[in-house]
């Protein structure tokens, strides 16, 4: 079990990291969302890094891993709250992590998730 805290909000799971993480608890918090996600069968994965000071090319990566592992088990992803002294060091790292909205907060975050979800066959319309 990770050392973040994982929150279900309806259908929407919220993760908000508190704490710098080190390469291990990354990992291990990756596990925990894709499993709560498929526990809960969520359709939104919003990842608050507002408190988060360093992003490092790892983290940037693992991120975006995430939310194409969640995106293929049925939950869009948004990040939100990335300071620009992050933003500036995942450009200046070459990091472009595809697929993965951003929002400036939580209640941002909430509004563009419900835009992508609502654009966004469900399941059932798929397998027709």
Do not use: C
């Not at 990992?27 to 507002?50: A, F, M, P």
């Not at 790892?58 to 709250?81: D, H, S, W």
């Not at 300071?83 to 939580?106: C, W």
């Amino acid at each position: 079990m990770s050392e973040v805290t994982i929150l279900k909000m309806g259908k929407n799971i919220i993760v908000p990291i508190q704490v710098e993480l080190h390469d291990r608890a990354a990992l291990r918090l990756q596990e925990d969302i894709l499993k709560k996600i498929e526990e809960t069968e969520s359709t939104g994965l919003i990842i608050d890094v507002s408190a988060v000071s360093v992003v490092d090319s790892f983290l940037g990566r693992l991120l975006g891993e995430t939310a194409k592992m969640a995106r293929l088990i049925g939950a869009e992803t948004v990040l939100v709250g990335m300071k620009k002294e992050v933003v500036i060091t995942l450009i200046q790292l070459g990091m472009v992590i595809k697929d993965l909205h951003t929002s400036i907060n939580i209640e941002d975050g909430m509004v563009l998730l419900e835009k992508l979800k609502s654009g966004r066959p469900s399941i059932k319309e798929q397998e027709v």
